[in-house]
């Protein structure tokens, strides 16, 4: 498989899964896209989600100008600084589905990163909730329904948090 | 459609254009890959030539470590240092097939980039010899047969060059 291929999987791959998750979830709760990145899952979250609110979180938003949120749904900084005060305002258990890629090069890195998102990211789904992520998370509320997806092992980590 | 949709029909378009164009050219003459970005359609057109001579041109080269041309076979500098003094070593007519993909954000510098780029890629081409452009291209004594393929018009510009 060439890197050419890689890549159209690897976007389908995200699609499908996208718009499996599109379909499962409660007609109720926040949608977060937690790294908006070149925007491109955003706008198809906003495309398949109409009239839902949809944050966006980024470091250094440098997205396609077609790709931003309106105004008050991006929150631009460090998770670690712009997360909580969000679960302050919103509430616990307020995400019906968290979308979040931000993997960088660096594995040690990534995986430090995910084990202190973890119970962030935990505390924000609703009962039922849904999160796609592009690595493993620790989080014991909620159940690893990967499998049922049919997205390639490995590419994705989709949780499920228990009612 | 989102930049997500659009993204995959992109890139398979891509795909599907270098495949055809691999069945395509003359068995004999050098492959040229102009701007080897992150060396995802090299690494296509390696893994479906295998042996053959390809050669990739590229001002800044970043491509993923595993992408990269053997040694003698990437050429990096600005295109208009670097073709005049290709073209001279390898005698005019020499490429069965070159794909350039090199647009920036600026459509003013990409058409002039074209225009100036123009002869210098039609004395490379061999008779029967094909170019794929992610823009169009002013070569006369080629004939643009973009509508031979399959690929959706206005996404990549095709050129043989005349026998």
Known sequence: MTRL??????????????????????PAGLVLEIGLGNGRTYDHLRDRLPGREI????????AHPDCYPPEGYLI???????????IARHSQGSAAL????????DEDANL???????????????????????RAFDMPSCR???????????????????A
């Open 5 to 26: 291929d890689s890549a159209i999987r690897r976007l389908t791959a995200q699609r499908d899964l996208l718009d499996w998750a599109v379909r499962e979830i409660s």
């Open 55 to 62: 944050y966006a979180f980024e470091r250094a938003p440098a």
């Open 76 to 86: 631009v900084g460090d998770l670690f600084d712009t997360l909580p005060p969000f």
């Open 98 to 105: 968290i979308h979040i890629d931000i993997g960088t090069g």
């Open 112 to 134: 430090s990163l995910a084990r202190r998102l973890s119970p962030l990211l935990e505390s924000l789904l609703q009962p039922g909730g849904i999160l796609l992520g592009d």
């Open 144 to 162: 690893d329904i990967s499998a049922e997806t049919k997205v390639p092992e490995g590419r994705y980590f989709v949780y499920r948090r228990e």
